[in-house]
């Protein structure tokens, strides 16, 4: 099938939990779609059957992404249309179990939004979709439990509170505004422990703050959890310290007797308090907004990232001048520190060999895939990416012009992008969207 090389799995297999070997099989398929393995009406009972009970998460969030992480790569408006299509081909296609976007507070909060900021933000932009959806004519319930949000637990008191705040909020305007089911009033969320709180300095301290933060989330009732490991401060985590942050949780999960009560904070003064003080600001923040005209006219004048950096730059202040106490950084320093990383640590990086070899499965792929194209098929005109390979469009339905020409014509980009993916590098479909989408350029 693949007579010129395709794709390798470099290195060693690895081995299962079991602790038995990897026969390759799955391995083996690398850069091999499933249409080329069967029968047409075989691969599409099996594409129908694997939509529907598929699970996952797309993040696909394009509004925090222009308020915090800085990633945008299309036109907002053309991004947000793109998020839209997922959603619409997930409703056509009975896709249920696959969140079509992860509406993200936990950059807001990388960037140095505080956790007042990160909620009233993250649920603005939530209902930001919402309208757009509902704009586009499909109907809450259709959607609704497609969404899914992702927070970030530090170690202020208000993260405490941040899960149930956000349910209480998003289900009274799912029942009371959209007149939404109640399981569209469920909001399903992840907690990510802060990245921001964890330092360089007596780095084996991060830990202790991530088993707090973990506290704070499993007590609240995430769906789900990620613990970050100690030496995300400083480099890519290694094999023993994701052990570690794997650790934490299932001390929690197996261990704490305390956990092993649903809600085991609910009734106690200070959350209740807490829940009240920090719902009160958020519906205070939705007031900012709304006076600027929405989370949309907001972000024109750029206020969100304003309030953010503004945020960002309180709590540098303060662990800098050490009214903000951070044990090991800027308090109870070790001796003879000199201001520098305290604990050495293994850094991982990528090397020479691996970076080649990603680019050498690119070219495999891409060769491949030119061995497939019918005669006088494969163009140079447009979309060649790092490796200077031909675009070829082995078949109409999966060449960029036709995803260019969907996009133009405003029909479904993610279906043609189910197929784009078979024949094409993200590069080369990146290039062609950006002809008719445009690029990401910020308001000044």
Known sequence: MYPNGRPQYSG???RSNQGGGNDGLGLG?????????????????????????????VQADILKEDQAQNTCIFSTEFALRMMGDIQQYFVEHKVRNFYSVSISGYHIAEAGANPISQLAFTLS??????????????????????????????????????????????????????????????????IQTSGRSLHAQEIQFNDIRTTLQALYALFDNCNSLH???????????????????????????????????????????????????????VYKEFEAISERGGVLGAMDTMYQRGKIQEESMYYEHKKHDGSLPLIGVNTFLPKDHGGEIATEIELIRSTEEEKGQQIANVQAFQKARNALAPAGETSHAHGTDSTDAPVTQVHDE????????????????????????KTHSLGQISHALYDVGGEYRRNM
Request: hydrophobic share 40%.
């Open 125 to 190: 932009n939530g209902f930001t979709i919402v309208e757009y959806y509902l704009a586009r004519g499909m109907k809450i319930d259709d959607f609704a439990p497609n969404l899914s949000f992702f927070f970030s637990n530090g170690m202020d008191p208000e993260y405490t509170v941040i899960g149930r705040v956000a349910r209480r909020i998003w289900a009274r305007a799912m029942r009371e505004r959209y007149g939404a089911s109640a399981r569209s009033q469920m909001m399903k969320y992840h």
């Open 29 to 57: 398929l690398l850069g091999v779609t499933g249409n080329q393995l069967v029968d047409a009406e075989t691969y599409a009972r099996i594409k129908a059957e694997t939509l529907s009970s598929v699970r996952g998460t």
């Open 227 to 281: 613990t970050n490991a100690y030496d995300e401060a400083i480099t890519t985590p290694t094999e023993e310290s994701v052990r570690r942050a794997v650790a934490i949780q299932m001390i929690i999960n197996k261990e704490l007797g305390l956990n092993f009560n649903e809600n085991p904070w609910q009734g106690s003064y200070i959350v209740e308090e807490l829940t009240d003080l920090v719902e009160e600001a």
């Open 398 to 421: 999966h060449g960029l012009a036709y995803l260019q020409n969907t996009a133009r014509d405003r029909k479904n980009v993610f279906a043609a992008l189910m197929e784009a993916v």
């Open 12 to 14: 060693e297999l690895p």
